[in-house]
């Protein structure tokens, strides 16, 4: 099988996966927490890009460039999100372990 193949394979199964997990998130209450906002930014946005990626494979059109700009610019803000998101659960864990307030 040729290497076209397996790489739409690849892009379809992880569209799929991505999707699939994004639908399942929706469901949960990620919207009360600034990790869980993030981290379903950053979902939504894979997610997008994957599906997008497979409607690339099989359809062509004018701006595909260009849209596949935008969404790898929405990824890296969705990975900053989530790395920045996570970064204050870190401190604000440690900075109670420091002063003492055991409760996360």
């Not at 996966?17 to 639908?23: L, P, R």
């Not at 659960?89 to 307030?101: E, K």
Request: charged share 15%; hydrophobic share 55%.
């Amino acid at each position: 099988m040729s290497i076209d193949f397996w790489r739409t394979t690849g892009l379809l199964t992880a569209a799929t996966g991505q999707t699939a997990f994004v639908i399942l998130y929706a469901t949960f209450p990620w919207w009360k927490k600034f990790l869980g906002r993030a981290l379903f930014f950053k979902a939504v946005a894979l997610g997008t890009l994957a599906d997008v990626a497979i409607l690339g494979r099989i359809f062509d059109w004018k701006y595909e460039d260009q849209t596949f700009v935008i969404l790898y610019w929405l990824l890296a803000l969705g990975v900053w999100a989530q790395f920045l998101a996570f970064l204050r659960v870190r401190l604000q864990h440690r900075q109670q372990q420091v002063s003492g307030n055991g409760s996360v």
